[in-house]
């Protein structure tokens, strides 16, 4: 092993000594485990059991190929033994075992510092600590300090000549590890219970916890020698023979999620392509959706044999919220990753599962739609990415795209389908706008026109709409376009009174000269019904929201210049412009003009000097007050 693979250790330190001080952020989250409150203490147990299944199905795997193991022929179990007089618990399992590294880089370390910060939160907002959470973030091992304050861990690893390892927990801080005499391959971990969870030291009350979620486990388990599980693949069973309980509980045993799911897909497809499949879409997005490192994709099995955990081959990044299971003969016992990777039986196993979840993401979008609106509000963002990576499945995923629009209240989105059946038949474009919320779109002036002609504006509010929305160009062989954009399909004879353009033009000559290489152009705005001027992207710029994103990711990104409008039937435009004609306030006139320029770039959050804007306000309304 090299250094780099103990994190918080050198080498020479996991040579020579014994005793151990966990470091600083793993101090605070036992910390916060043994004194935060939580809910949920019996998950121990189900972390214990999940963490021995894993080792059992490590060291399965690993024979296929390799014989050359410790106690090759020992059966793959776990013993959970109790003492209600003593106290005490534990469990033995005959899996893949732990070196010496392992107890340091994979115990004594947290994996995630996101983890952390994540417990932290729930501390400062008073909110007790829900068990199956630590199970979510990886950390799941740490759960038993909830009802115990010392553990003991005994392991011997695979390797036929490895030593073996006893490691122990002291307080919150420490920990020791020691050589101790050779013990059969596998992992033994036990405990003296807190008095307050003496109950998990009764063998009922343990059998009881356990017939939720040992049955999932593909392995015999025993408590106090007598076998309590039946190993049952679910997703070899019939529909009708499944209950919802056994979901849920399946659901929960793979997800760490204790709110059963919306939904669940099972399906046995056999023909050309052989594979059976569990899949569940969650009823909430888990905290951890968006770390990486810490979501888990599908567990692929080879005729119920667990092959991988988090299979990431078998969905695109935007169903990444869905769970379950995948089980196919047609992969050899000991695919490695690398074959998984290039799989083309996993390829098209994926183009089943995607199109079976858009299918029944569909039905719900036609014929439930409030479920659609909840699956929508918490997945929609991330479904919407696929728009941009899977280019067979684009249609699909447009049509169920909803939006935020202006004619409807924000209650209710709608798709870009319902926008086509509302358009009026000469309307050629379908319009949006984007924003970062509702009420700010609905101060923009570019919104003026569409609104006195009740014309149907897109609202774009999701971060996610910059990278999308733009990139669909069309539908249903209507432009998508963004409203703020100059060349935008605007007729003139919209405007009540038509000024005589002629008596404007040196005032617009006035804006350019006093703005200066501030902006692209100064025109005579269509749009405009309320407001005096409003800022418009060029044909070549960007949108504003496209433009902050680019901003964001590039500190160097300089905006594109600006068109401003301006509405020559408003009141102040035509009193500055007779103010110009008479050339009476010259000065006037040129703070105006800035004036009216900068609350632009206010409204659109780009103010940049906002002194100036208030010296020149207070002017005004010294004016005003004289
Ligand atoms: P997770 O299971 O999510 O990785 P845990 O904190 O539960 O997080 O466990 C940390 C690591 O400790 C496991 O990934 C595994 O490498 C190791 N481990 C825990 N229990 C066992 C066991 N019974 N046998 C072998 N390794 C184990």
Not at 103 to 115: D, K, N, V
Not at 247 to 269: G, K
Not at 440 to 451: D, G, V
């Amino acid at each position: 092993m090299s250094e780099t693979d103990i994190r918080d250790f050198t080498k020479s330190e996991v040579e020579s000594k014994n005793e151990f001080e966990y470091k600083a952020e793993m101090k605070q989250l036992l910390h916060l485990i043994v004194h935060s409150l939580y809910t949920h203490p019996e998950v121990f147990l189900r972390e214990l059991i999940s963490n021995s299944s894993d080792a059992l199905n490590k060291i399965r795997f690993r024979r296929l190929t390799d014989s050359n193991i410790l106690d090759p022929d020992a059966e793959l179990k776990i013993n959970i033994d109790v003492d209600e007089k003593e106290n005490t618990f534990s469990i033995t399992d005959t899996g893949i075992g732990m070196t010496k590294d392992d107890l340091l880089s994979r115990i004594g370390t947290i994996a995630s510092s996101g983890t952390l910060e994540f417990l932290k939160q729930m501390k400062e907002n008073n909110k007790s600590i829900d068990a199956n959470l630590i199970g979510q973030f990886g950390v799941g091992f740490y759960s038993v300090f909830m009802v115990t304050d010392e553990i003991i861990i005994e392991t011997a690893n695979a390797e036929p000549d490895s030593k073996s390892f006893l490691w122990k927990s002291i307080g919150e801080n420490k920990f020791t590890i020691e050589e101790i005499d050779k013990k059969p391959r596998g992992t033994k971990i036990s405990f003296k219970l807190k008095d307050e969870y003496k109950e998990f030291a009764q063998p009922w009350k343990v059998k009881s916890i356990l017939k939720k979620y040992s049955n999932f486990v593909d392995f015999p388990v025993y408590v106090n020698g007598e076998k309590v599980n039946i190993v049952s693949a679910l997703w070899h069973r019939k529909k009708e023979d499944i209950k919802d309980e056994e979901l849920n509980d399946f659901y929960t045993f793979i997800s760490n999620d204790s709110t059963p799911p919306m939904a669940h897909i099972l399906l046995n497809i056999e023909g050309i392509l052989n594979f059976k499949s569990l899949i569940f879409i969650p009823e909430t997005a888990q905290p951890t959706l968006f770390q990486d490192a810490l979501d888990k994709s599908l567990q692929l099995y080879s005729n119920r044999i667990f092959i991988q955990d988090n299979c990431k081959e078998l969905l695109p990044d935007y169903l990444k919220f869905v769970k379950g299971v995948v089980d196919t003969e047609e992969l050899p016992l000991n695919v490695s990753r690398e074959v998984t990777q290039s799989s083309p039986v996993i390829a098209k196993i994926k183009n089943v599962l995607v199109s079976k979840i858009l299918g029944l993401l569909e039905d719900w979008a036609e014929n439930d739609k409030p479920k659609y609106e909840k699956f929508y509000n918490n997945f929609g963002s991330l479904l919407k990415t696929g728009i941009n990576s899977d280019f067979t499945n684009k249609d699909r995923l447009i049509e169920l795209l909803r939006f935020e629009t202006s004619l409807k209240p924000k209650s209710e989105k709608v798709s870009l389908k319902d926008y086509v059946n509302r358009m009026a038949d000469d309307q050629k474009e379908i319009y949006y706008i984007m924003g970062d919320h509702r009420d700010l779109i609905e101060m923009n002036p570019n919104l003026e026109y569409f609104r006195k002609n009740e014309l149907e504006v897109l609202y774009l509010t999701d971060p996610v709409d910059v990278f999308t929305i733009p990139y669909i160009f069309e539908y249903n062989k209507k432009q998508l376009k963004s409203i703020e954009k100059a060349d935008i399909d605007i007729k003139k004879e919209n405007k009540t009174e038509t000024s005589a353009d002629e008596s404007n033009k040196g005032l617009l000559n006035k804006f350019k000269e006093v703005l200066g290489d501030k902006v692209e152009d100064v025109i005579e705005s269509n749009r405009l019904v309320d407001s005096a001027v409003t800022l418009v992207v060029g044909k070549q710029g960007f949108d504003p929201q496209v433009e902050k994103m680019m901003q964001y990711i590039d500190k160097n990104f300089t905006h594109s210049k600006r068109i401003l409008e301006v509405n020559t039937t408003h009141n102040i435009i035509r009193n500055i412009n007779s103010l110009f004609i008479s050339n009476s306030n010259p000065e006037l006139v040129s703070n105006t003009i800035l004036q009216l320029y900068d609350g632009a770039l206010l409204l659109e959050g780009k103010l940049a000097s906002p002194n100036e804007f208030l010296k020149r306000m207070n002017e005004f309304i010294e004016l005003s007050t004289k």
